[in-house]
């Protein structure tokens, strides 16, 4: 299966500035990779879907204007947590593949 | 009719017994029911998946079995390690439609006692 590198794989940071995950398919060439956010103890829960050279595609009830994504290349999305608040804490999982889907080690944010 | 419902919620094993974990489906159109195993801190990990063309399918200790008719797919763990403590994640997906992206069950995290 693919190979995903998220990084980093954690971070703290204070509330009010922002924080920017990277999302790598090390040899898997990916038009798309989906970001997903998990709470603990809970599911997963698809935020949206990057798509490579155009805008992301959001799931409903997920601001696009605070979580920023660009997907600059086949292989690198990136996810911006903007304006963080401790509510945005939080384990962030990327993925690529949408059926067969191989996801990164995740990074868990914690906003103080 | 997206929904995948899972249980149980939590599941203990005696380290040699046999863990099940069971998994209901909606929408017909679904075409793909993969497990993930994910360990505290970490991304899940496909574990198996099979498609609806066969009821069962099976990887060294791991097999899923598959009811068509009942919509309904399970993960057996045979012979359960300490090892295979984690949360297990059913999905599923359509590769036909607009469901193309995984929905996921809520989990079960298992517990192999020693």
């Known amino acids: 299966g693919a190979v995903v590198s998220q990084h980093p794989s954690r971070v703290i940071c204070k509330s009010g500035t922002s924080v920017k995950i990277e999302c790598r398919s090390l040899?898997?060439?990916?038009?798309?990779m989906f970001w997903y956010r998990q709470f603990p103890k809970q599911s997963l829960m698809l935020m949206a879907t990057?798509?490579?050279?155009?805008?992301?595609?959001?799931e409903q009830g997920v601001e696009k204007d605070k979580f920023l994504i660009n997907h600059a290349s086949l292989t690198l999305s990136t996810l911006t947590v903007t304006s963080a608040h401790p509510e945005d804490s939080s384990f962030y999982i990327c993925?690529?593949?949408?059926?067969?889907?191989?996801f990164g080690q995740g990074t868990r944010l914690t906003v103080v | 009719q997206q929904q995948v419902k899972q249980s149980p919620q939590s599941l203990i094993v005696q380290k040699g017994g046999i863990s099940i974990i069971n998994c209901a489906y909606e929408?017909?159109?679904?075409?793909?029911f993969p497990w993930y195993q994910q360990f505290p801190g970490k991304g899940p990990a496909l574990l198996i998946a099979?498609?609806?063309?066969?009821s069962e399918k099976k990887e060294g200790r791991f097999t899923i079995s598959f009811n068509k008719s009942a919509k309904q797919f399970s993960l057996h763990i045979m012979d359960s390690q300490p090892g295979d403590s984690a949360t297990y994640f059913c999905?599923?997906?359509?590769?036909?439609?607009?469901?193309?992206?995984?929905?996921f069950g809520k989990g079960t995290m298992l517990l192999v006692s020693p």
């Open positions: 993925s690529v593949g949408s059926t067969e889907a191989f």
């Open positions: 040899d898997f060439q990916a038009t798309t």
């Open positions: 990057s798509n490579e050279g155009s805008k992301a595609t959001y």
């Open positions: 929408n017909t159109a679904f075409d793909y």
């Open positions: 099979i498609r609806p063309d066969v």
């Open positions: 999905a599923a997906s359509s590769t036909t439609t607009g469901y193309s992206t995984l929905t």
